[in-house]
């Protein structure tokens, strides 16, 4: 049972915390609004649409980005006022312990830490699905895809190439697709594919009705055991399926992020399938959402401990503190995460690196504090 103490915090704590994200998604918005009112005035989408399809979903992914920062402002103003007010003082001269008085700022930090994972995990995504393609149609550029040769792997032992790519009418040209059997080696020693099939065509269409590729005028090679000949077949017209669609031509701006997380998962496993090398920055994401709500109760009682304390300068040093060591946090946040994708260190270290910094931080100062 919460004790009349306990409930005199969280309530401050909690209210606090939704009152820092009102006020600073509040600013935020303004900010946007100021810098969009052109592209707003442009388009045709009335007041209520913008304010439904692009600010309702707009607010809960900054909120959720910056939550480290607001969590931590919330726990350091909170703690700070009590401390000047000797309430701090006067609770633990009444024989409560310090571990004691952080049972409430854990219980309300557990609350938000859960609600922020279901947040990421579900909410988010879905919501900048609509934010996303809110931006695409009416302020920023249309994409084309403008790669050129483009190999790609589209199964462990299968390979296509693209010649060049129309993500608006979805038709790729010079198409190869190769299916391999293994490798070996030439007469000079060097590494070759031992090709099983290898298809070539000037045209390849994607039938969205059908939901398959439609290949023109193609050329199937069938190479026999010893690799040197092989039986060709030519044709007009070939439906197929293959791991392969036109979203993987798209753009992949913030793709990650619109993905809740079985559809993660199942990208990350699609990709594995692949043989795909480069899923970094999918990885950490995935193991971001988890270390993110932990973030959270670590952040709050390291506010809890630098804001305890009765000071000369009042609350104001402490904020001040408070702010300085939250945006520390952040940019430890990007420069693991940066790092991680590029691929530079494992991507479930990356994602835990800052957690792991700051709980050892949190050991010490909580050595330090007076019980």
């Known amino acids: 049972m919460l004790k009349r103490l306990d409930k005199y915090i969280l309530r401050k704590f909690l209210v606090t915390f939704f009152f820092v994200v009102i006020i600073l998604m509040s600013i935020l918005v303004i900010i946007d609004i100021t810098e969009k009112i052109e592209d707003f005035n442009k388009m045709d989408q009335t ?33 700070a006022r009590l401390a000047t007010h000797t309430e701090i003082i006067a609770i633990l001269s009444s024989g409560v312990s310090f571990r004691r008085i952080l049972v409430p700022y854990l219980i309300g930090s557990t609350f938000i830490a859960l609600l922020t994972f279901y947040m990421i995990g579900w909410v988010i995504p879905e919501a900048n699905k609509v934010r996303l393609k809110f931006e695409n149609t009416h302020i920023k550029d249309k994409f084309y895809y403008t790669d050129r040769n483009v190999h790609l792997k ?41 090709l099983n099939t290898k298809l070539e065509s000037n045209r390849i269409i994607w039938d969205k009705d059908r939901g398959k590729w439609v290949i023109e005028n193609y050329k199937l090679m069938r190479f026999r055991k010893d690799s040197l000949r092989f039986d060709i077949k030519y044709g007009n017209n070939m439906d197929t399926l293959i791991n392969l669609k036109p979203e993987d031509f798209e753009s992949k701006y913030m793709y990650n992020e619109q993905l809740t997380f079985p559809e993660l998962n199942a990208y990350i496993a699609e990709l594995q399938k692949r043989g795909v090398g480069k899923i970094e920055q999918y990885l950490v994401d995935r193991y971001e959402r988890f270390a993110y709500p932990f973030a959270v109760i670590i952040l709050t009682i390291i506010g809890v401990i630098m804001s305890s304390r009765k000071t000369r300068e009042g609350a104001g040093l402490q904020i001040a503190l408070g702010f300085a060591l939250a945006f520390i946090y952040v940019l430890l946040i990007m420069v693991s995460r940066s790092i991680g994708k590029n691929g530079e260190m494992p991507p479930l270290m990356a994602a835990w690196l800052p957690n792991t910094v700051f709980s050892i931080i949190g050991f010490f100062l909580y050595k330090r504090v007076p019980k």
């Open 47 to 79: 007041t209520w649409q913008i304010f439904t399809k692009y600010y309702l979903n707009f607010i809960p992914y900054w909120a959720n980005s910056l939550s480290p920062i607001l969590i931590f402002i919330a726990t350091v103003f909170v703690t």
């Open 154 to 194: 589209i199964a462990p032992n299968t390979f296509a190439y693209i010649e060049s790519y129309d993500n608006t009418s979805h038709v790729g040209y010079k198409f190869t697709l190769e299916n391999i059997q293994g490798y070996e080696y030439d007469e000079n020693g060097k590494i070759k594919k031992k």
